[in-house]
């Protein structure tokens, strides 16, 4: 699996875009939301059936779906999006 490339937090929530480069040349998507700390930690990993032809396409699909999961289910924490070293 490619390296996370951009994580961004949202109120209590890390949304990170994981890439992966298939045989075919195509890209697959799937996105890490992760919330919590220690043994309260939770991660949900959501895996996306379009490939790309990109690493930018895919990472910018998974992060949009990611975000669209946060905003559905917490409003008022989706407006503040931060980028994070990673």
């Not at 699909?61 to 999006?81: K, M």
Request: aromatic content about 6%; hydrophobic content about 40%; charged content about 20%.
């Amino acid at each position: 699996m490619d390296i996370i490339q951009h994580s961004i937090a949202v109120g209590k929530y890390l949304v990170s875009p994981l890439i992966r480069h298939q045989d075919d040349g195509n890209f697959a998507a799937s996105v890490s939301i992760r919330s919590g700390r220690g043994s309260g930690m939770h991660d949900r990993v959501m895996r996306f059936t379009p490939r790309f032809a990109s690493h930018a396409a895919a990472a910018r699909y998974a992060v949009s779906e990611g975000l669209g999961w946060v905003r559905e289910r917490h409003p008022r924490s989706a407006p503040l999006a931060l980028p994070c070293a990673g």
